[in-house]
């Protein structure tokens, strides 16, 4: 809930998105945004989106893999949203279908 950050003075809807991209660019490795996209409406709401791309590593993996992502960023009256769709082309795991499949269904009630 934005109430969530009412201890943050001023806390806009861009300071919130800007506040969130800068905690993901401090704990995914080698982390580089790609693309940002120009602000946008849909369906009332506008939307922050930028592609992004960082290599994930885990315990289970000898190596880090590259992966992709895409972030798309949102607010409604009560809420702030903050939607987060990864992929690896690397290991040839690719779902640009699906990632605009589900940016279009998105509604808010």
Known sequence: ???DFDFL???????IAEMSLQMAESFLKDYE?????????MN???????DAKYLF??????EAIPTELKVLK?????????FNMHQSSAKNQIANEEFA???KSLKFI
């Open 1 to 3: 809930p934005k109430s």
């Open 9 to 15: 003075k001023d806390a806009t809807f861009e300071k």
């Open 33 to 41: 945004i790609i693309r940002r996209y120009d602000t946008y409406f």
């Open 44 to 50: 009332g709401n506008k939307f922050f989106e930028y």
């Open 57 to 62: 590593e885990h315990i289970n993996s000898e």
């Open 74 to 82: 949102t607010e409604t009256e009560h809420f702030y949203y903050d």
């Open 101 to 103: 499949f589900f940016i």
